[in-house]
């Protein structure tokens, strides 16, 4: 009880300790300067818990191209491992603090995640790589030295148990309980004096809020989060309609999603097939959905794409004679039953001001290469990964459709696709035309890509890409 009563008194005005220079860690920067604890957690949706050292600060580091922010102590005590897997706490969630991306996580503390044993696996992860090197303290656990930092003002135990937040959450899950994370500052058996408190690991189980914190409770966890600083996203001018900042961007095959928008924010499905040179065949399907339009960019262009297949059973053939395909102000590659057919079908969305946004319609693109020779591919008709890796479908669609294992998925498409027509054509001159073309089977085949006749059925998911923005 005196114990806590101590640990009660108002501490001394924190005064950040010196740097050493030409290191990773840049020192202190006021939660003025970046953003508060209450704040953060309204941004990523961390409701559980009790606010505490909102204005603690951060600690700013620079590892190459990896810049990142820690909080100096814990800003929220109390929440459960079940809590920081909603809010998205062990992969992170992208945030705008200012004019920038963060992805905001917990650090990683062991030397391998999904861990078996707290005590037997070693601690490791970013917890050892870049705290220890700044703590200045009494058995120290590595010779490197960046700061001088004490327990106090990183808010670790100071005495023989933990108090309010200082046990700091680590994104390293337990192998087999579930939204049981590590933890790093106390010994899962007790007081351990022989040690320093920032070397030691614990665990949290929701299961047993008393384990592994010398019978503290869920208190004793601190949500002590890492802000990772993204690469500068483009800003697109007159982007349109629904969000205008992207909350998703992949700076390597420059993508990016806004976001998704409700129907009544942008066109109908029977809008879109109004602007078709003939009537569409197939099976309307999927059109009631709320919000059933998504906002992407990629490599400069803002395209809208619903989140499922608007019809089934139709064919590219009938696409084409609709001027569906391809979006430009020419034939394109004509199937052989067809008429040669203009391809540049538009549609305008006009905003509340006047300016006029004018979308091309037409198919999604499955390779980076115009067109594709299957025949060259051992295993059957799949385009290789290298050209289809990279392609629209693949940045876009494919990475918010949860059945596909794309990495870093955005967000969630709301159910599989099934196949999707494609623009390319098979690179097969059959009597001078080209009659095959690829359907992407975007269900649990990331990149597949399949050839098919032109008059066979596929699903149709439409492209409206935007190629014009006209000012009153």
């Given at each position: 009880?005196?114990?806590q009563?101590?640990?009660q008194?108002?501490e001394?005005p924190?005064?950040?300790?010196?740097?050493?220079?030409?290191t990773?860690?840049k020192?202190?920067?006021?939660?003025?300067?970046?953003?508060?604890?209450?704040?953060?957690?309204?941004?990523?949706?961390?409701?559980?818990?009790?606010?505490v050292?909102?204005?603690?600060?951060?600690?700013?580091?620079?590892?190459?191209?990896?810049?990142?922010?820690?909080?100096?102590?814990?800003?929220?005590?109390?929440?459960?491992?079940?809590?920081?897997?909603?809010?998205?706490?062990?992969n992170?969630?992208?945030?705008?603090?200012?004019?920038?991306?963060?992805?905001?996580?917990?650090?990683?503390?062991?030397?391998?995640?999904f861990?078996?044993?707290?005590?037997?696996?070693?601690?490791?992860?970013?917890?050892?790589k870049?705290?220890?090197?700044?703590?200045?303290?009494?058995?120290?656990?590595?010779?490197?030295?960046?700061?001088?930092?004490?327990?106090?003002?990183?808010?670790?135990?100071?005495?023989?148990?933990?108090t309010?937040g200082?046990?700091?959450?680590?994104?390293?899950?337990?192998a087999?309980i579930?939204?049981?994370?590590?933890?790093?500052?106390?010994?899962?058996?007790?007081?351990?004096?022989?040690?320093?408190?920032?070397?030691?690991?614990?665990?949290?189980?929701?299961?047993?809020?008393?384990?592994?914190?010398?019978?503290?409770?869920?208190?004793?966890y601190?949500?002590?989060?890492?802000?990772?600083?993204?690469?500068?996203?483009?800003?697109?001018?007159?982007?349109?309609?629904?969000?205008a900042?992207?909350?998703?961007?992949?700076?390597?095959?420059?993508?990016?999603?806004?976001g998704?928008?409700?129907?009544?924010?942008?066109?109908?499905?029977?809008?879109?097939?109004?602007r078709?040179?003939v009537p569409?065949?197939?099976?309307?399907?999927?059109?009631?959905?709320?919000?059933?339009?998504?906002?992407?960019?990629?490599?400069?262009?803002?395209?809208?794409?619903?989140?499922?297949?608007?019809?089934?059973?139709?064919?590219?053939?009938?696409?084409?004679?609709?001027?569906?395909?391809?979006?430009?102000?020419?034939?394109g590659?004509?199937?052989?039953?067809?008429?040669?057919?203009n391809?540049?079908?538009?549609?305008?969305?006009?905003?509340?001001?006047?300016?006029?946004?004018?979308?091309?319609?037409r198919?999604?693109?499955?390779?980076?290469?115009d067109?594709?020779?299957?025949?060259?591919?051992?295993?059957?008709?799949?385009?290789?990964?290298?050209?289809?890796?990279?392609?629209?479908?693949?940045?876009?669609?494919?990475?918010?459709?949860?059945?596909?294992?794309?990495?870093?998925?955005w967000?969630?498409?709301?159910?599989?696709q099934?196949?999707?027509?494609l623009?390319?054509?098979?690179?097969?001159?059959e009597?001078?035309s080209?009659?095959?073309?690829?359907?992407?089977?975007?269900?649990?085949?990331?990149?597949?890509?399949?050839?098919?006749?032109?008059?066979?059925?596929?699903?149709?998911l439409?492209?409206?890409?935007l190629?014009?923005?006209?000012k009153?």
């Amino acid at each position: 009880m005196l114990e806590q009563l101590l640990n009660q008194v108002d501490e001394p005005p924190f005064v950040p300790p010196p740097v050493l220079d030409n290191t990773v860690f840049k020192g202190f920067v006021n939660s003025d300067d970046l953003i508060d604890g209450r704040q953060l957690a309204s941004l990523v949706g961390l409701t559980d818990g009790t606010a505490v050292n909102t204005d603690a600060g951060w600690l700013h580091f620079k590892d190459g191209d990896f810049e990142f922010y820690v909080a100096r102590k814990a800003i929220r005590a109390g929440m459960t491992g079940a809590s920081l897997t909603a809010a998205s706490q062990k992969n992170g969630k992208r945030v705008k603090i200012g004019d920038r991306q963060y992805n905001v996580r917990m650090m990683s503390g062991m030397a391998n995640d999904f861990f078996s044993s707290i005590i037997s696996v070693p601690g490791g992860g970013e917890w050892d790589k870049y705290m220890y090197p700044i703590y200045g303290g009494p058995k120290r656990p590595i010779a490197t030295q960046w700061s001088s930092y004490n327990l106090r003002d990183l808010g670790l135990p100071t005495g023989t148990r933990p108090t309010t937040g200082s046990i700091s959450l680590c994104r390293d899950q337990h192998a087999t309980i579930a939204n049981a994370y590590a933890g790093r500052g106390w010994n899962y058996s007790g007081y351990t004096p022989d040690y320093s408190p920032i070397a030691l690991r614990t665990v949290i189980n929701d299961g047993n809020p008393a384990e592994g914190n010398a019978g503290v409770g869920r208190t004793a966890y601190g949500w002590r989060p890492l802000l990772e600083l993204l690469p500068a996203t483009p800003v697109v001018s007159d982007s349109g309609p629904g969000p205008a900042d992207m909350i998703e961007y992949d700076p390597t095959t420059d993508t990016g999603y806004f976001g998704d928008l409700p129907n009544n924010e942008f066109f109908s499905t029977s809008a879109i097939e109004a602007r078709g040179l003939v009537p569409l065949t197939g099976d309307e399907v999927f059109r009631l959905t709320e919000s059933l339009w998504n906002k992407f960019y990629y490599k400069g262009k803002v395209l809208m794409i619903p989140k499922r297949v608007q019809r089934r059973n139709g064919s590219w053939s009938n696409l084409y004679l609709a001027g569906f395909v391809y979006g430009t102000n020419n034939t394109g590659i004509a199937p052989g039953q067809n008429a040669p057919t203009n391809q540049l079908r538009t549609i305008d969305w006009t905003s509340g001001d006047g300016t006029i946004f004018r979308y091309a319609i037409r198919l999604p693109k499955g390779f980076t290469i115009d067109l594709p020779d299957v025949g060259s591919v051992t295993g059957g008709p799949n385009g290789p990964t290298d050209n289809t890796a990279g392609s629209e479908i693949s940045c876009t669609v494919e990475r918010i459709t949860p059945q596909v294992s794309i990495d870093t998925v955005w967000g969630t498409q709301g159910g599989p696709q099934g196949t999707v027509a494609l623009q390319e054509s098979w690179n097969y001159a059959e009597s001078g035309s080209r009659n095959y073309a690829y359907i992407a089977n975007v269900n649990t085949n990331a990149w597949s890509r399949g050839r098919f006749l032109k008059t066979q059925r596929t699903g149709w998911l439409p492209v409206l890409e935007l190629i014009e923005v006209i000012k009153p």
